[in-house]
């Protein structure tokens, strides 16, 4: 009976990490979408992804109820707790990337009424490529838990800020230069934001996975003490 009880509760655990990964899918397609939709003035795919916000929002609704089924009925402990709850922080993280990216889609739409051209906002092509890999290596990394690839991804926001840095220092220079840019430039500032905010929640997923394996919680610890506890 404790054998069948505990492949049960594995059996929960993997389906649950499955839809985390389907949620963290959908959520990278709307990230690379928006973002082509924004340098390419393709409002088309700007409304497809507004549009289908509503399906990262129904996965987190669904994920989350059942993590509190499983703690719940499972009443889970140590490792498995663990897992749990970095699902949950996991899930919150990947709909906020959601809402960001229809920021971003919002934004392609602004630009498109102010008379965008079919290659535009190239200030933010090299962060929005940046951005969308750090996603897709910290779902690898929850998916596989693989604290390695989890600090390697961590380490890359550094460089995502500093590319939001060089990006709003270019844009709020041309605002001083040329007054009639002040509208547009404001648009790409704003997308700008987004892209380095979905950088920040990559790297909180990464720091939950360091978590699960380590047991230590290192949000608030330097890159150099979190490097001495994952290599």
Known sequence: MNDH?????????????NQVMIMG????????????????????LAEEVIDEDYKVNSLEVSI????????????????????VMMIVKTITDLERVGDEACKVARMALELSAQGGSKKQSFEIHHIGEHVTKMLR??????????TEEAFRTVAEDRVVDKEYESV???????????????QRSMSVIWAARSLE?????????????IYLVKGRDVRHVSLEEMKQEVL
């Open 5 to 17: 009880i505990s492949q049960q509760f594995n059996a929960e655990l993997e389906q649950v990490k």
């Open 137 to 146: 290596s910290a779902l690898d990394a929850f998916a596989r838990t693989n």
């Open 64 to 83: 989350d109820e059942q993590c509190t089924q499983i703690i719940a009925r499972r009443q889970p402990t140590a490792g498995d707790l663990r897992l």
């Open 25 to 44: 899918g959908l959520v990278e397609k709307h990230v690379r979408n928006a973002c082509t939709a924004l340098e390419e003035n393709n409002t088309a």
């Open 168 to 182: 709003m220092r270019q844009l709020i220079t041309h605002m001083m230069e040329d007054p009639r840019s002040i």
């Open 197 to 209: 905010r979905i950088g920040d929640h990559s790297k909180n997923i990464c720091e939950y996975v």
